[in-house]
């Protein structure tokens, strides 16, 4: 079964540090890695996409990292804020003869403290 | 609309009661997603539409759900005969086309079954 795992389940950093967040998955054949920001009680909202061919993409203070030989993505926040405190989803998708789909992982929740 | 909405946000159900769930999709947009997520987990899979035609129902868990969208923009989770395990928030995304772009998510309905 297809896979997505990541760690730490769970983060506290004191604002304006940085922090990275950690993907690895087992789908196949791969399509493309999103990661999403999903604040409590709010859907997802996508931070960044990324194909095989692609090693890193920015989003502001996000920079998401892919090695598609390791399977492993990173998603690392710089001088973070508090309204970064949120779960944040690596979402894998598998590529299909007509779709893809997409496997969640089950999140790392980040929190930024004073 | 300016986003994916979804109605009601909360419901309460009595187990064995039907519910019916609906989702309004950012306008233009093609594709349309319904997910389920449990407490702490990421969302998982239960359905796509492109326009009208439901292209994958793999995900639903039982024949007690079931998804329609018969003029290819609002779309109508209905779950009959609930259930305390139903219990969970109910995604809607949607995008412009296929299922490699990027999906737009709704805020959500959570539903417990008491």
């Known amino acids: 079964k297809n896979q997505v795992e990541q760690s730490p389940q769970s983060l506290i950093i004191l604002e304006g540090k940085n922090c990275t967040l950690q993907c690895n998955y087992t789908v196949s054949p791969f399509s493309n890695l999103r990661w999403y920001k999903q604040d409590t009680g709010r859907g997802p909202v996508s931070l960044t996409i990324m194909t095989f061919s692609e090693n890193t993409k920015s989003n502001g203070r996000y920079t998401a990292t892919l090695d598609a030989d390791t399977k492993q993505s990173s998603l690392h926040i710089t001088a973070s804020q508090l309204s970064d405190s949120a779960s944040y989803i690596c979402?894998?998708?598998?590529?299909?003869?007509?779709?893809?789909?997409?496997?969640f992982g089950t999140g790392t929740r980040l929190q930024v403290t004073l | 609309g300016a986003g994916v909405s979804q109605s009601p946000r909360y419901k309460v159900a009595k187990r064995g009661q039907d519910v019916a769930l609906r989702c309004d999709p950012i306008s233009g947009h093609v594709s349309l997603f319904w997910y389920q997520q449990a407490l702490g987990q990421g969302p998982e899979f239960l359905t796509y539409f492109q326009n009208e035609a439901q292209l994958d129902k793999s995900g639903l868990p039982s024949d007690r759900f079931f998804a329609e969208r018969p003029e290819g923009s609002v779309s109508t989770l209905k779950i009959q005969r609930t259930q305390q395990e139903d219990s969970a928030v109910y995604l809607c995304?949607?995008?412009?086309?296929?299922?490699?772009?990027?999906?737009?998510f709704g805020a959500g309905t959570r539903l417990s079954v008491l």
């Open positions: 995304a949607s995008s412009l086309a296929g299922t490699k772009n990027i999906q737009y």
């Open positions: 979402v894998v998708s598998e590529r299909t003869g007509t779709a893809s789909k997409l496997t």
